[in-house]
């Protein structure tokens, strides 16, 4: 079993910046797969962007490219979502995910663990 949490959501203006953390613990890392998914009030959960164990792989839907980056510190088992030039439309709870696999997935049920989520909202 595998348990993340994460953290780091908050209030912020737009154009600002905040950077999310999910902690891993319970087992054996190697080959976990770990990403973020939102979920804006009355929409579906969507893929945000994932990044592969050795951290050299990385994707991101298009709507946060250039603005947002994932990045994994492997000895500490954690994963950040830096998130920059915030927009209103950004706002939702973020939720941490991860899967034990070579590859990232875009859909959630690709992936076996999840975070309790974190609320970040971006005011205009």
């Known amino acids: 079993q595998v348990q993340l949490v994460d953290s780091g959501g908050g209030l912020v203006q737009a154009g600002g910046s905040l950077r999310l953390s999910c902690a891993a613990s319970?087992?054996?890392?190697?080959?976990?797969?770990m990403g973020w998914f939102r979920q804006a009030p009355g929409k579906e959960r969507e893929f945000v962007a994932a990044?592969?164990?050795?951290?050299?792989?990385?994707d991101y839907t298009d709507s946060v490219k250039g603005r947002f980056i994932i990045s994994r510190d492997v000895a500490k088992n954690t994963v950040y979502l830096q998130m920059n030039n915030l927009q209103p439309e950004d706002t939702a709870v973020y939720y941490c995910?991860?899967?034990?696999?070579?590859?990232?997935?875009?859909?959630?049920?690709?992936?076996?663990?999840w975070g309790q989520g974190t609320q970040v909202t971006v005011s205009s």
């Open positions: 995910t991860a899967r034990f696999s070579n590859f990232w997935s875009r859909k959630q049920d690709g992936y076996d663990y």
């Open positions: 319970g087992r054996t890392f190697r080959g976990l797969v």
């Open positions: 990044i592969t164990w050795t951290g050299g792989g990385t």
